[in-house]
């Protein structure tokens, strides 16, 4: 990861909102960086939904995709709910091969139509995930691309206008799309009351986690490395930080 405490100050996030939606590409990419953020604006009575665009039934090698699916999607609702989330929606598309286009954009408009968020989240979608070397993977980079055109397609009527049905309305009030954990990342939050809670959140993701490398991942010393740095750029012991898109400046 980038070396945060040589980089300049950020700038808090704007938390003056009651909605979000998050969507991201498998279960555990929220808690890779975002769940003690969450943990504090549910905190302050927000309401916040997950939608998983897939339920990471490629993640786990050891283990058969259809049952890691139901494992997974498992995992994910008691990480959600650890940090005060109980709406998650999985949409099933196939893990591993998220191809960005109109069909993936058609979904997630979809979604955004349905929950009618204020705000956004998703996760790093850059090519790497420390300006420079560390490769991203092609689900999240395909997913937040998606993201950013279906906010927009949400709120025009004319694009996928047989979404339109059953009350379902355009819907153009997202202000701002947040990607966490972004190597352009230039805002941030607090999140020292409620990083226990992120950490709670990460290791929910069992089987998941002990199928990485050696088994001896540890996620609160993995978030302690990514949340301290943050937490400095903003002058406090932890902090999750976020890329800004904004859709309110139109």
């Not at 039934?57 to 498992?74: C, K, L, S």
């Not at 070397?133 to 279906?150: C, E, F, K, P, S």
Request: aromatic content about 8%.
């Amino acid at each position: 990861m980038t070396d945060l405490t040589d980089v300049p100050a950020l700038e808090p996030l704007d938390e003056q909102w009651q909605r979000a939606l998050a969507i991201v590409a498998h279960p555990d990419d929220l808690e890779f960086g975002a769940a003690a953020a969450v943990a504090r604006w549910t905190g302050q009575g927000k309401q916040i939904a997950y939608c998983l665009v897939t339920s990471g039934e490629a993640g786990i090698d050891g283990m058969p995709p259809e049952r890691a699916r139901t494992v997974r999607e498992a995992e994910q609702r008691e990480s959600a709910a650890l940090v005060g989330v109980d709406t998650v929606e999985f949409l099933g598309l196939p893990d591993g091969i998220l191809e960005y286009g109109v069909p993936l954009r058609r979904e997630l408009a979809g979604v955004v139509r349905r929950h009618r968020p204020e705000i956004v989240l998703t996760t790093n979608f850059r090519e790497t995930w420390d300006g420079a070397y560390a490769l991203n993977q092609a689900d999240h980079i395909a997913t937040g691309r998606a993201v950013l055109d279906a906010v927009r397609d949400a709120g025009n009527r004319w694009v996928f206008p047989e979404q339109l049905v059953d009350g379902v309305q355009p819907w153009n009030g997202v202000r701002q799309v947040w990607a966490a954990a972004s190597p352009l990342a230039a805002h941030g939050v607090d999140v020292t009351d409620t990083f226990e809670k992120g950490v709670a959140s990460l290791r929910a993701h069992d089987a998941y986690l002990t199928g990485l490398g050696d088994g001896s991942f540890d996620a609160e010393e993995f978030l302690e490395g990514l949340n301290r740095p943050v937490g400095t750029r903003l002058g406090v012991r932890y902090g999750a930080a976020f890329e800004v898109f904004r859709f309110d400046l139109w």
